[in-house]
């Protein structure tokens, strides 16, 4: 995230000319912080042996989407296209709830 904000094109969709905090205040900013966040809970519960019970761990996996999600939702409902809450929800979480349940059920 630092080498991003710094202005490396790290980001995917990112480019020379919208790069950096320029990027990250766009749609995505709030699922880029919502990422910090979840790797901080998710050391934190891995510190805490969270990692050696596979019902921990899944609890701990969900806390870590839900860590993304809301302010990558919050931040999402924001943008001037954002039309409702319903329209942040279609294109900013429905499209990807299949594929992390499937990863949470092969991760635990």
């Known amino acids: 995230m630092l080498i991003g904000t710094l202005g490396f094109d790290v980001f995917a969709g990112s480019s020379v000319e919208k790069n950096g905090l320029t990027y990250m205040m766009g749609g995505t900013g709030g699922y880029l912080l919502g ?34 999600y809301i302010p990558g939702l919050a931040w999402l409902n924001t943008m001037p296209y954002a039309e409702s809450v319903a329209w942040t929800v279609e294109k900013g979480l429905t499209p990807f709830l299949i594929g992390d349940v499937l990863k949470l059920a092969l991760a635990t």
Do not use: H, P, Q
Request: no cysteine; aromatic share 12%.
């Open 35 to 68: 990422y910090v966040l979840a790797t901080l809970a998710l050391g934190y519960f891995a510190e805490k042996g969270w990692d050696r019970s596979a019902l921990k761990m899944a609890a701990a996996m969900l806390i870590g989407n839900a860590l993304i």
